[in-house]
Nanobody, 124 residues
Framework: QVQLVESGGGLVQAGGSLRLSCAAS????????MGWFRQAPGKEREFVSA????????LYADSVKGRFTISRDNVKNTMYLQMSSLKPEDTAVYYC?????????????????WGQGTQVTVSS
């Protein structure tokens, strides 16, 4: 079993930055691919980014490419999402997730473990 807890959300002005953290606990965490998803009000949950358990391969949604950076620290059992040049359309609840696919994945169905989410609000 894997437990995930996100933190770092908040209110920021457009153009600003935030760093989200996802603290993981459980066994063999280094085996899991990790991802970030987000869900805005009235919209479906969407993929943001994913990272291989080694940290050597990353995936990004086109909407965040060049602005967001995903990373993980397997010693600290923590994954991060550095968000820069934030836009109002980035406003959403952000979720971290763990997948038994060590490469991570785009499809949310590939993830069996989810955090409770952290709110990110970007004002214009």
């Amino acid at each position: 079993q894997v437990q995930l807890v996100e933190s770092g959300g908040g209110l920021v002005q457009a153009g600003g930055s935030l760093r989200l953290s996802c603290a993981a606990s459980g066994r063999f965490l280094w085996r899991y691919g990790m991802g970030w998803f987000r869900q805005a009000p009235g919209k479906e949950r969407e993929f943001v980014s994913a990272i291989r358990w080694t940290g050597t391969n990353t995936l990004y949604a086109d909407s965040v490419k060049g602005r967001f950076t995903i990373s993980r620290d397997n010693v600290k059992n923590t994954m991060y999402l550095q968000m820069s040049s934030l836009k109002p359309e980035d406003t959403a609840v952000y979720y971290c997730a763990a997948s038994e696919d060590p490469a991570g994945a785009v499809a949310s169905i590939r993830y069996g473990y989810w955090g409770q989410g952290t709110q990110v609000t970007v004002s214009s």
